[in-house]
């Protein structure tokens, strides 16, 4: 059973053998820390499961430490003590071993492997900070799980959150679950980064959704929200409430500043009586929205899926539709990309056409969007149900110079010799000709010294 969840902000700082004097610069943060620890302690958990940003982050799986005992210091900040626990192994296979039935991607790292891929085989400053202040209140003996945050879906987090309950109930152990994690870092132009107005706004709704215990409305949150202001904490506090998926709760807000440009807020969230399921719902509006899709697909995207689905589930390209013979009558280098709960999950494509017609062209660049991109492993057949489609059908390439560029509506192609990279046109987070241009010539392995030419493109784009 969860026992109580709590979110702690993490800045060495606050850990007086390092911020000393400093400390009264925090105070109401090492308050609220001490409450925090003293109400998650006074629940009596036999393991507290700790989501950190800062340990091994990978963007497609979350990752756990696997060791028998886990250790950690915080000597890079100028403290000498070391903390030790012991791992919950139990529950974590159990958690492996769910996540894997729900095909959420879960890796249990042990020391050897973490080595071997300079990962890091020690707890980080994201656990070991709240760890001192549980220990301070008492849980000195108590087992931890130490869980780094990924950058899945919204939904997949919670999901995850969700299955570590069930986890907890299956093994009948009394967990906590600690999520790590600071606010916006962009709250003062003299912080970590520059003064962006969206992270006074985030971290306001979060302090204020928390508070009023509004899992639905923290899940959605814009992610431009999130980005623009640089926060390490969403995630760990979306698993956090999957946690309680099913359980109302009572919310507690111990303190919040923001003194260094950076947001600290600590809060406790007591389970109650059972409640609805929110993640049950979240799955059906995924269900339901996907369905819209496909219903309003293109027939270049139409056909992409087919040869996706058919190829993935059974080694094979299907025939092509009698509806689609249109897809037969043209040529053109094409793009096919996946994506998965908004994220990418593979592209691949042709600059100019490599096929004898354009369903060809769709079809062999489908397959190898799916199976054959470096960046991914091949598409399984579990995640068909997620994948979004779009296919670009690249108009003929020509000379351009830098002022003739704008990458809302061009492609570009840059080459030097035998090099040569492209980058399609209106993508997300590409606003500028220098961006387009400095990503291209990175695909292509090109210096942006270098003196290489430029060529530009036009797209339709089907969804």
Known sequence: MITYAAL?????????????????DVQPTVEGMRRLAQELAATAPETVIFLTPHGNVFADALSSLGQPQLRGDLTAFGARQEWTASNDLALLQEIATQTAKSNLPFIILDKDTARQHRLNPDLDHGILVPFHYLQEAGLTDVKIIAI???????????????????????????????????????????????YHPDGPSFDKAVRELLAAGDTEGILGLPESLCNNAGECGYRSIVIMLGALDGLNYEPTIFSYEGPFGVGYLTAGLRPGSPGESLLKQLQADRLQEQDRLRQQ?????????MVIESYVRNGSRPALPDELEDLRRETAGTFVSLKKHGQLRGCIGTISPAYGSLAEEIAGNAVSAASRDPRFLPVEAHELSDLVYSVDVLGKAEPASRDQLDPKKYGVIVTKGSRRGLLLPDLEGVDTVEEQLRIACQKAGIRPDEDYKIERFEVIRYN
């Open 148 to 194: 780094s945050i990924a950058y899945l879906s919204t939904l997949e987090l919670y999901h995850f959150g969700h299955i570590v309950k069930q986890a907890a109930d299956k093994v009948g152990r009394k967990v906590a679950i600690l999520a790590s994690g600071d606010m916006s870092h962009r709250l003062k132009s003299e912080g970590p980064y520059e």
């Open 297 to 305: 697909e293109s027939p270049p995207v139409k056909w992409a899926r």
């Open 8 to 24: 702690s902000p993490h800045p060495p700082l606050i850990i007086p053998e390092i911020g000393q004097r400093r400390l009264q």
